[in-house]
């Protein structure tokens, strides 16, 4: 039973991340995902991480309606 203590400390860690993800506790990628979401299109409700994805989600999905006065001076490098 060479892999006897291995398989012992491996339970361990299952448990105790176990343990956790049921407190609540450790990354949870959805709200972390959802929080870096901070700009929300105007027209179409999508919300996007940084003004420059925005602009050219304004851009190329919008190109009819007028340019929001935030997205005016970004710089967006092609």
Do not use: W, Y
Not at 24 to 29: E, I, R, S, T
Not at 49 to 73: I, R, W, Y
């Amino acid at each position: 039973m060479a892999r006897g203590q291995q398989k012992i400390q491996s339970q361990q860690k299952n448990a105790k991340q176990a343990a956790d993800k049921k407190k609540g506790k450790g990354p949870d990628q959805k709200t972390a995902g959802k929080a870096a979401l901070v700009h929300s299109c105007p027209v179409c409700r999508t919300q996007m991480p940084d003004p420059k994805t925005f602009k050219q989600h304004f851009e190329n999905k919008h190109p009819k309606s007028p340019m929001p006065a935030e997205l005016v001076d970004v710089q967006v490098d092609a």
